[in-house]
């Protein structure tokens, strides 16, 4: 199909003719046109938060980039476990507005036919497929931080205490991130570098913090006891991640994330725009926000005062508002593109 395509674009077939899905490539060896110059591809992500419908969003982040939004507010309706529960319903369209047992299951498959039939196709033999799930469920509780990949290897050790070798893993990574399930958000630094000390290391990610949930066996009500608590904040950031990606991605921006190499400073998300114009987020799992919530925001806008064009704070609150160093308070559920 896809040098057909490519032959018909070469007989004078419009733009946006034909559209290709599917997250496979061929496999190495395939003699296939590479489709340079005349197949443009473009990822697609699960829905955001706003795309589900269930929220009404007054913060446009295309605005917000285009300096077209000053002024900041709007009410949420969503509470904390409005949140949770998004989490829980990822945003697989076929999937997110399932009974949440059926839901589960079907995101376990999900996860299932990507170990058993996906990586095979592209020419990647799992010999051990109970390893490469316990290398995921690694990954995946190392969501929204910088963990070491040595640290994820290090967890990755079953009862028997046998570990896969480091070069199995680090297939698993590039394969799984071929397929578009690792989603990681890559470290930032500017064009015109005026920082010296930034780490580069990516910020872990799955394609959609439902998957999460099943690799780690939790639910919504997981999230919301000692059991799971710990992850309620990460997988917060990651709603927030995949909902700033979407709407950057429609944009046109770029999204990266910030630390310094001594961990002195942090911002959890950064937004490159088309011109370079530049948008710090930091990410709360809190309704309020406080003087050191903001603290790296700050920080930032003074090191790039030319190219820091907004600084954003993402909440569970209730209100969108602007406090008065400029920094805007918005409730995820109020974030849109």
């Known amino acids: ?21 599917g997250s496979a ?38 605005r917000l980039l285009r300096a077209e939004q000053g002024k900041v ?9 409005d949140y949770l529960t998004a989490i829980a319903a990822s945003g697989f369209p076929g999937i997110n507005r399932l009974e949440a047992s059926l839901r589960r299951r079907q995101l376990d498959t999900y996860i299932q036919r990507i170990v058993d039939r996906d990586l095979p196709e592209q020419g990647f033999v799992v010999r051990r ?9 690694a990954y995946a509780a190392a969501s929204s931080s910088t963990s070491a990949y040595s640290t994820i290897f290090d967890a990755t050790t079953s009862g028997d205490g046998t570990q896969p070798a480091k070069t199995t893993t680090i297939a698993y990574r590039d394969h799984l991130t071929q397929l578009l399930l690792l989603d990681p958000v890559p470290g930032w630094s500017p064009a015109a570098n005026s920082f010296t000390r930034l780490q580069q290391a990516p910020k872990h990610q799955l394609a959609d913090p439902g998957l999460v949930l099943r690799l780690l066996n939790l639910t919504e009500a997981s999230l919301a006891s000692p059991r799971g608590a710990h ?23 770029d999204i ?7 961990g002195d400073h942090e911002v959890d998300l950064v937004i490159e725009g088309p011109d370079g114009q530049v948008i710090a987020i930091e990410v709360k799992l809190a309704a309020s926000v406080d003087d050191r ?4 925001l700050l920080w ?29 308070v918005v409730p995820l559920a109020l974030l849109g593109e």
């Open 1 to 21: 199909m896809w040098d057909a395509v490519r032959r018909a674009v070469d007989r004078g077939a419009p733009a946006g003719r034909f559209l290709l899905t």
């Open 25 to 62: 490539t061929p496999r190495k060896g395939i003699d296939t046109h590479s489709g340079a110059g005349r197949i443009l591809s473009i990822r697609m992500r699960p829905m955001a938060l706003h795309e589900r419908g269930a929220t009404r969003p007054t913060v446009s982040l295309g």
């Open 73 to 81: 507010d709007g009410r949420s309706s969503f509470t904390l476990d």
């Open 129 to 137: 497929p109970q390893t490469l799930r316990r290398w995921l469920a």
């Open 231 to 253: 992850m309620a904040g990460p997988l917060f950031e990651s709603l927030a991640t995949l909902g700033v990606r979407v709407a950057a991605q429609a944009a046109g921006a």
């Open 256 to 262: 990266g994330h910030l630390r310094t190499r001594d």
């Open 293 to 296: 919530d903001v603290r790296h």
């Open 300 to 328: 930032l806008r003074d090191r790039l005062p030319h190219d820091v064009i907004d600084l954003v704070v993402l909440t569970t609150g209730e209100h969108a508002y602007r406090r008065p160093d400029g920094v805007a």
